[in-house]
């Protein structure tokens, strides 16, 4: 019932700079959390980081000081802000919300978007 669109994706040097956004929509509840997570090939998934409705945040050891989350809980939108980009960055990243279907139930249903590739160039 959440559709996440992602976007920001693309090529760039070491030491350059992304932004990625990811849009929810459709009929849910609320949004309890929204987040990033990256696989690159052979690798496991991984969490990357993820935003909370009480304003926190998580991080991945590795991209603690440079990649930075925010969220605007009016659009339903989140946006990881990559900094200092290194080659071992290079994933399919993917945007992941958790969110409430009804009033009446707390339970929260995963929602994943369609990944948008990042490649960091040495």
């Known amino acids: 019932q959440v559709q996440l669109v992602e976007s920001g994706g693309g090529l760039v040097q070491a030491g350059g700079s992304l932004r990625l956004s990811c849009a929810a929509s459709g009929s849910f509840f609320s949004i309890v959390t929204m987040g990033w997570y990256r696989q690159a090939p052979g690798n496991q998934r991984e969490l990357v980081g993820r935003?909370?409705?009480?304003?926190?945040?998580n991080y991945a050891d590795s991209v603690k000081g440079r990649f930075t989350i925010s969220r605007d809980n009016a659009k339903n939108t989140v946006y990881l802000q990559m900094n200092s980009l290194l080659p071992e960055d290079t994933a399919v990243y993917y945007c992941?919300?958790?969110?409430?279907?009804?009033?009446?139930?707390?339970?929260?249903?995963?929602?994943w978007g369609q990944g948008t590739q990042v490649t960091v160039s040495s």
């Open positions: 935003c909370f409705n009480d304003g926190s945040r």
């Open positions: 992941n919300a958790a969110a409430r279907r009804s009033s009446y139930s707390a339970i929260t249903y995963d929602y």
